[in-house]
Each structure stands twice: as C-alpha cells, then as structure tokens.
C-alpha cells in the first residue's frame, strides 16, 4: 500500500468514526460461520474503495477478527489481507475488467498452496451496504450500485446509520487448490464467481424493485384468469363487465400491499426501542441457513407458529435485522383498521378475509396477487394455524394458502420455492389472558383502537423473546419425490389444481407444523410451567422444582428431540432465579425454606407456556408414566405399550419421529433415565427407583392429561362401537367437561374439540374406525384395556360413572 493510501486513510478515520455505524452481519461471524481463527484469513471486496475498507476494519475488530489492513505472514513472505474483485467507478467512468494485482495475489496464494499441503487460508466474501432501498419498478437505476466519490460521500452521509457490513461463508482456497487446480485461469474464475456472488447477495439484502399500484393492478386486470372470471361473473349477474371490473379493483386495493422501504427503515429504529423495553433479549437462531437461501435465489416462504399480534413485528424486525428483507406478510382483515392497517399495509401487509369459499371473483383476484409477488421474488409470509393459537400448542395447518403456494408454482416460476418453518416463543405473550377467557367462552373482542391503546398501557418488561428457524422445506424437491410428473400440469395462464393437489397439501402441511415444533425453544418460564403443572398441588419446594428442571435439562440435552431446538445455557437455579422475576408465581418462606407455587388463575395461564413446548417431553413422560403404573416391565413390553399409543400423540403433538425411527427413540429416551438413575435397569428388565420417585412421577405426568383424554373416548367408543363420529367427538368433549371440573383439571385445551376431532381423524387413519366411522371391535377394545390401565383409579371410576343410564347421564 502506498504512503499516499496510508494517509488517505488517516484522514478518512474520523469522519467515519463519527458519520458510520455499521450493523455487521451475522453478529457473531466466528460461531455462525463456522471460522478457524488459527488458520489464516483473506477478506475479498466487490470494490476498491477505501471507505469500504475502513468500515470492514471497524466491524471485523469488533467481532475479533483479524484487520484487514495488517499483512498476512505466511512461509516469510508477506500479502495484502484483503483483495477487491472490481474497481470503484470515478466520476469520470468505470473501469471494466477484474484489477491485476487481485489476480496476482489470488494466483500467488493458490500457488502457496501447491507448495505446502497443510496451509488453508479462508477466503471470506465481505460487502458494505449502504442504504437498503430496493428502488421502485418505474426507475430504470438500481439503488445498490457501484458508487463513485461523490455518491459514496453523500451515502455516508445519508445512510452511516444504515450501513450493513455483509460476511459470507468462506470459501477454503485449500479446496480450490485440490480440485480445480492453481493457474491463472483458476484465479481468474474464482474472482468471476466472487463478483456473481456479491450481486446476489445485493438481490438477498434489498429485495427486487418495488411495484407501482397502479401499474400492478393493471397487470392483474389484464392476466388471463381475471379477465376470464369477470367476463363470467357479468354474463351470469347480468351486470355491465365495468362493474364487475370495478369491483375487482376495489378487492385489489382491500388486498394488495403498499411496501414503503422508509417505513420500514424508520420502523426497525422504533422496534429495536420497543423490544429493548418489552424484553431482556432476543434470541435468533439459524439465520445463516435463510441468508444462505435468499442468496443462492430461493423464493423463501415463512410459516411461523402464530402465537401474538406481535409475530407480524418480530419477525420482520429479525429479517431486516439480519440482513434479509422483510417479507410481504398475509394478515387477516380483521387488522385492517385505522390508523394500524395503513401502517401494516405499508409495512408488508396484504390483507385475506376470513372466508371466501363461493366467492369466485374474489378467490381469483387474491390467488392471481399471490402469483405475483412470487413472479416478481419478493418473499412472502402466512400464518398456517389460521389464528393465534389459544392454548399454546401448535394447530392443525390451514392448507389454503399452501395450495396457492404450490398453485403458483404451477404457472411457471423459474427459482426454487422453499418453505422456512419459524418457531416464535415468549416467556410472556401479552394476549394470554384474553385467551384464557376466550377459552372460558368471552367472544373475542374485534381488534380496534381502543383495544392497541389498552394493550400499550400494559407495556413492561416481558422477559426473553425467540425466533428459531426451522429445517426448510424445498417444495420443489418435494413434488420431485412425490409428483414425478408434476411439471406436467405447469400453465402459465389457467391456474391448475390436479387431482394430486389435495393429498399433497395435506401431507406437507403435517410436515410444515412438524417443522415448526423441531425448532422449538425451551426457557425458564415454560420449564418452571412443565415442572409446577405437573405437581398435584401445582406447588414445589425450590429444591425440589430445580431438581426438576435438571431432569428435564439433562434429557433436552444428552437426548435432544431435534438438533434444531434450543435449550437455556444457563443451570437450573439460573432458570429459577430468572423465572422468578418475571412475577408469575407465589413465593413463600419457612423455616425450611422456600416454596414456589401457583394460585388457580395463574395456574391456567402457565398452562398455556407449557403447551409450547409438551411435545418434546411427550415421549419421555409416556415411558416414565407406564413404568410408575406397572412398577417393573421388560423393555419390549415398554415398546409395544409407546408404539400402540404413540400414533396419537404423534397427530395431535406433531412428533417428528416415523415408524422406524420409534424403537431407536424409546431406546435412547429409557438409556438416558437409566443414566438420570430415575429408572433402574436390570438385564432387560426396567424398574422405577424408589429413591428418584419424585423426578419420575412429575415427568410422567406430563401426559397424564392427555392419556385421561384419549381414555374417556376410548372408553365411549368401546361401550358403542356404532356411536357417530360427530357424537363421539361431542361426548367426549362433554365428558372431559365434567372430568376437568371434578378432578380439578384446569387446563382449557383438556376439552377442546379440536383434539377430539384430532383423535377421531387419527383413529380412522389407524385402523380402529371402519370405512362408515364404526368402532372396530378387537384393536378399540386393546387400545381401550391399555388406556385404562395407565389412568388412575380415581379418574376412572369417575369416566365410569358419568357414563351410567342414570338421572347424572349426558342426554346429547
């Protein structure tokens, strides 16, 4: 570097200092990229440019990277550690062509590496955004271009709080060297690809140009499938097509979306605020595999769980914070209302009604807007569930959206659609106690003002937030393996919907929600909530309740139910310290010591967090809850009870494991409570231990509820093998009523039709109902013996009498 460079730099140190703030992505480039500090590292540029570089030095410190401007020492010689692919374009002209001195160093380090077999030096492709507009359709120009002086002096100054310093995964010039060789040609491709990559990753970071209304209504009149519906709609109304046309206009501007990049700018500024004071931090997980996806020109799909109001905000503020563009978001009109739809609308969203079923008109106008946008590559985002779950489980998907999805696919795009599962959890979700009434029978309140206003009132310190990013699902490689020959039905002017849709959906649905729960995140709030709700008195002593959530730690982390989820880093006594504060539980002092418990109402809410995270302790509970009722049973007695059972809790939990991969799970859950010596194991026989009994009986009744539950309609049915499905459903709704109130069960979801309907659905799937919905009788009558002999005598005496002809019986 010459001396004129070096006090250049000097000189642009200050200003810098003072005008740029870089937001530098990932955050912790050493852990998501997966860097070796030990071996060497070289920073590649898409552009020489001294502002570039300063601002990478400033972040590539802060993160405890090397700097970029030191020399890297390798076998005595020296080399530069950066190296740019393109030159800065000056006020007079762009200079075109890869610059000499970058393919020299790039030549001379390959050769480095034909000369010592041991060295492998990390090529990290680094880019400086500044400013993230993507630029409106009608302007011909980019926004994120090259920039010469002038501009890049007037970027700083108007977008330094908005500079995004881009790391990529590196690139292992030992990898190069092995299998495509060392000459100039070689170094000559890899600056090429480089410069291909930096282009998308522009693309990823901002997102295609934005569409004008007008013009994008223009383009939806004029598609074939409108046109055509409209013209039928007038034929069979008897109207004047301009009216039917005017009313599709009227349906587009209720719907489309009004994306304003500095809405979203100014936005990202206010909720970093809002989430600094609602919560003591937020947690992101697997991000890096999204990055990747968007830069390699996936049209991504996000389908959160849907749990609060606030998923629409979190999750965009993550997007945009780790360096992706907010999604276009679909949000039900019910949102729609002054002053929070104008801003949501220009935040993203695109408003669906409720229902439109026999609307023909207005399903072809929002399906024909949905292939729009995945035309045009903006990212999309629908809430599969339908509505915010109120329990806190995860609900049966909706599959509306996801065959528009695949419908859309079926016009033609030409990019890879992937579906991006997203686990979104709270130690505190603001709404819970409406859900409890709600559940309890209070109407939902319509969303308005006054509703925003009372909420904001509320405003405190809600503890931690998480965002998990699932395992993606490519839909094209899904129809691959599953529909050979779908690309056969591809029309880019008739929306299609083959016989093969219908199952497909449905089967990828399961897998979507299934998805979503591997990526769950446990915390402090939902294990004290699992540990206390399974204490009878919902009360424990602090020692006993750290006890506990040990047990449930040990087993999230020597069995993990999926390499996806999340486990606190943090030990149990943490966990409750930090519980504690959130204000949720009674805490009371004797001479013994401290007793953390649960009033009645409380006790209802924490249903509500334990239920975000009972699937991964479902298949532990149930092997610790038959071992408790049979005292000692051998291992393929244990097998044969969980895979009877373990279809159930599989269709109502979304378990992630199959068939075959059962028997390896029970085997690794039954080592790991050896290893915890809750259960004792003697040759093949496995027996409880009487000096843990405590610990085992609170994992084992976990599933208690749900087994009580499965219990009373297996019992229904064995009594009458003919009863209806809808009567099944209906009395064993009714049933679990009573139940809940005479044993003190206060978790809403123990009579929610939905797992009912759930259980009859699986049921039939199973085998145990007939085509026309009859009992079977031999495997209801095994199932039924099993279930109850897993419930206590109590609960069972109680199904028992509720279910005698007498004056007490439910007449339905």
Same mark, same amino acid.
């Given at each position: ?66 700097? #970029?401007?030191?020399? =890297? ?15 800065? #374009? ?5 200079? *075109? ?7 020299? =160093? ?57 500079? /995004? ?158 360096? =992706? ?293 479902? =298949? ?105 499905? *809808? ?7 009714? /049933? ?56 206590? #005598? ?19």
């Amino acid at each position: 570097m010459s001396s004129g460079q070096k006090i250049y730099q000097q000189l642009l140190k200050l200003p810098l200092s003072i005008l740029v703030k870089p937001h530098s992505i990932p955050s912790d480039p050493v852990a998501d990229l997966e860097l070796d500090l030990a071996r060497p590292i070289v920073y590649i540029l898409p552009y020489r440019s001294n502002t570039d570089l300063l601002t990478l030095r400033s972040s590539a410190l802060a993160s405890g990277l090397p700097d #970029p401007l030191s020399l =890297l020492e390798i076998n005595g010689q020296s080399f530069p550690r950066f190296v740019c692919v393109a030159e800065n #374009p000056s006020v007079f002209g762009n200079k *075109t062509g890869l610059p000499q001195d970058s393919i020299t =160093l790039f030549s001379d380090l390959l050769e480095l590496h034909k000369q010592d077999s041991e060295l492998n030096i990390q090529l990290i492709p680094a880019s400086i955004l500044w400013g993230r507009a993507p630029g409106k359709e009608s302007k011909n120009k980019p926004i994120l271009r090259p920039l010469n002086g002038p501009k890049k002096t007037w970027a700083i100054v108007g977008h330094g709080r908005d500079c /995004l310093v881009r790391l990529s995964t590196p690139v292992s010039l030992r990898y190069m060297a092995d299998n495509h060789g060392t000459d100039d040609a070689i170094a000559q491709k890899l600056a090429r690809v480089a410069k291909i990559h930096f282009s998308r990753q522009l693309l990823a970071t901002s997102g295609p140009r934005l569409p004008d209304r007008k013009q994008l209504f223009k383009r939806l009149l004029a598609s074939k499938a409108i046109d055509k519906v409209v013209q039928e709609e007038a034929l069979s109304r008897q109207v004047p097509v301009e009216k039917v046309r005017r009313e599709a206009i009227a349906m587009m501007e209720e719907i489309a979306a009004d994306f304003s990049y500095p809405l979203i700018k100014n936005g990202e500024r206010f909720l970093g605020w809002l989430w600094n004071k609602l919560y003591q931090g937020l947690n992101i997980t697997n991000a890096q595999r999204i990055r990747r996806l968007a830069q390699d020109g996936h049209e991504i799909v996000y389908v959160p769980c849907h749990r609060s109001h606030m998923d629409y905000l979190l999750l965009s503020y993550v997007l945009y914070q780790e360096g =992706l563009v907010p999604p276009h978001i679909a949000a039900g009109i019910n949102l729609n209302f002054f002053p929070a739809g104008p801003i949501f609308r220009r935040g993203g969203a695109f408003f669906i009604r409720r229902s439109f079923k026999g609307d023909r008109l207005y399903s072809t106008v929002f399906r024909e807007y949905l292939a729009q946008l995945f035309a045009k590559g903006y990212s999309v985002e629908y809430f599969s569930e339908g509505g915010r779950s109120r329990t806190g489980r995860l609900l049966p998907a909706k599959t509306g959206m996801l065959s528009m999805t695949i419908q859309a696919m079926l016009r033609g795009l030409n990019r890879p659609v992937t579906l991006v599962p997203v686990y979104i959890g709270y130690e505190h979700v603001m709404e819970v106690g409406t859900y409890a009434k709600e559940l309890q029978g209070k109407r939902k309140e319509k969303e308005n003002v006054g509703q925003v206003l009372r909420t904001l009132r509320k405003l405190r310190n809600f503890g931690k937030g998480y965002v998990n990013f699932g395992e993606p699902l490519s839909l094209n490689q899904y129809l691959n393996d599953n529909v050979p020959d779908w690309h056969q039905d591809i029309n880019p002017i008739e929306p299609q919907r083959p016989s093969w849709l219908s199952p497909v959906v449905n089967d990828l649905a399961v897998k979507m929600m299934t998805h979503i729960n591997d990526a769950a995140a446990t915390n402090a709030l939902t294990l004290c909530a699992l540990a206390l709700l399974s204490s009878r008195q919902r009360a424990l002593s602090r020692s006993s309740l750290e006890q506990q959530i040990e047990c449930y730690l040990e087993l999230l982390r020597n069995a993990p139910y999926s390499k996806h989820c999340t486990t606190p880093k943090d030990n149990a006594t943490q966990l409750v310290d930090h519980a504690i504060t959130m204000d949720k539980f009674l805490v009371e002092r004797d001479v013994l010591g401290e007793i953390i418990s649960l009033d009645r109402e409380q006790s209802i809410l924490m249903t509500y967090y334990r239920n975000n995270i009972i699937h991964l302790f479902a =298949l532990p509970s149930l092997i610790a809850h038959i071992v408790i009722q049979q005292q000692s049973l051998n291992r393929a007695e244990i097998h044969q009870k969980v895979e009877l059972l373990y279809p159930f809790l599989k269709a109502e939990l979304f378990l992630r494991f199959d068939a075959e991969q059962l028997p390896l799970e029970i085997d690794r859950l039954i080592a790991e409570l050896v290893r915890q010596r809750l259960l004792l194991l003697d040759g093949d026989t496995i027996a409880i231990n009487n000096t843990r009994i405590g610990p085992l009986q609170l994992l084992a009744r976990t599933i208690t509820e749900t087994l009580q539950r499965y219990a009373i309609a297996l019992t229904l049915l064995n009594a009458e093998p003919q009863l209806p499905k *809808t009567d099944l459903e209906q009395q064993s709704q009714v /049933l679990a009523q009573r139940l809940s109130r005479l044993h003190g069960i206060n978790a809403p979801e123990f009579f929610d039709k939905g797992v009912f309907s759930t259980l009859v659905k699986t049921l039939r799937n199973e085998g145990y109902l007939n085509n026309e919905c009859h009992a079977v009788t031999q495997p209801v009558e095994k199932l039924a013996d099993l279930l109850t002999s897993l419930v206590s #005598p109590e609960v069972k005496l109680t199904i028992q009498a509720v279910m005698q002809p007498d004056e007490e019986r439910i007449n339905d």
